[in-house]
């Protein structure tokens, strides 16, 4: 049994933080910047204990693990006023879920290392979902032997891990995945938006091209709450924007070129003016279905 700290109660973080307890039995402090969400976890679960403020978290911690907003706010929880890194202790590990800049992940890593602690960048796949099922994927920036160190207690909110490369890499690998799913999920859409305008037998279609080479998990788990217009099931299109942003800025760096990226970029831009920012990111058809009505 470890001493863990979990900064971040959100939508992810706070049933990753109830696996670290629940299935690994570890003494758990937590924090939220919302007092009351850390307090109302600590009821739910019976035990535990809440922080004022990251620092008084991770005081004393084996593992520190974190799953907050952007670069602004790992910044803030780690570095900034009553920040973690002021009190990790020296030895332990802080393992950082949060989708955020490689930059972010590099600077924080090498911070970490002056200070005499590590740093992994391990953002996460999965959705909501995923996190209360303990079956994300996670892909994992940093030093293999510190990577060995924190797998059995990322193993408790995770179906797949793996150590990507250095610092960094495990950001530039859930870059990679947004760009593959925004991808997918445009093509998606546009496929059942031709199926609902030619009056094809939509359940028919996608029983028979989803176990061929058009399959994949947005097909299985989506077609039907896309052709039905629900998008309550899932990550929310001001999420993607925000991870799309880091993708687009990461490839001015490197010198890619992400052309579909941008465009689906833009397309989720005009989700946000029709009022679905919350909506999850299948809503990419309800542009081209509203774009009918126009």
């Not at 955020?100 to 909501?128: I, T, Y």
């Not at 032997?145 to 891990?161: N, Q, S, T």
């Not at 990507?164 to 495990?170: E, T």
């Amino acid at each position: 049994m470890a001493k863990v700290a979990w900064i971040g109660l959100g939508v992810m973080g706070y049933p990753m933080a109830g696996h670290i307890l629940k299935k690994g039995g570890h003494d758990l402090v937590v924090y939220n910047r919302t007092n009351a969400k850390a307090q109302d976890w600590v009821a739910k679960h019976g035990k535990g204990r809440a922080a004022a403020t990251p620092a008084e978290a991770a005081d004393g911690a084996d593992f520190v693990f974190c799953c907050v907003g952007n670069d602004d706010d790992l910044r803030q929880v780690t570095i900034g006023s009553n920040g973690a890194f002021g009190s990790v202790k020296k030895g332990a590990v802080f393992v950082d879920n949060t989708t955020a800049s490689a930059n972010v992940a590099r600077e924080l890593h090498a911070a970490a290392k002056a200070k005499g602690f590590d740093f992994l960048d391990a953002p996460v796949s999965g959705g909501q979902a995923g996190a209360e099922g303990g079956v994300l994927t996670v892909m994992v920036g940093g030093d293999a032997g510190v990577f060995e160190r924190a797998k059995p207690v990322i193993a408790h909110y995770a179906r797949m891990m793996n150590l990507i490369g250095p610092a960094g890499a495990g950001q530039l690998a859930k870059m990679v995945n947004q760009i593959c799913i925004a991808g997918v999920v445009q093509g998606l859409a546009e496929g059942l938006h031709l199926a609902q305008k030619s009056g094809l037998d939509i359940p028919k279609v996608m029983e028979t091209i989803s176990k061929g080479a058009a399959q994949s998990w947005q097909m299985e788990n989506r077609w039907q709450t896309m052709s039905d217009g629900k998008f309550d099931f899932g990550f929310a299109v001001d999420w993607m924007r925000k991870d799309l942003g880091i993708c687009l800025d990461e490839a001015r760096r490197a010198g890619a070129s992400l052309p579909l990226t941008a465009l689906v970029d833009q397309f989720y831009s005009e989700v946000q003016r029709q009022g679905g920012s919350r909506w999850d990111t299948s809503s990419l058809i309800a542009r081209l279905n509203n774009a009918d009505k126009k």
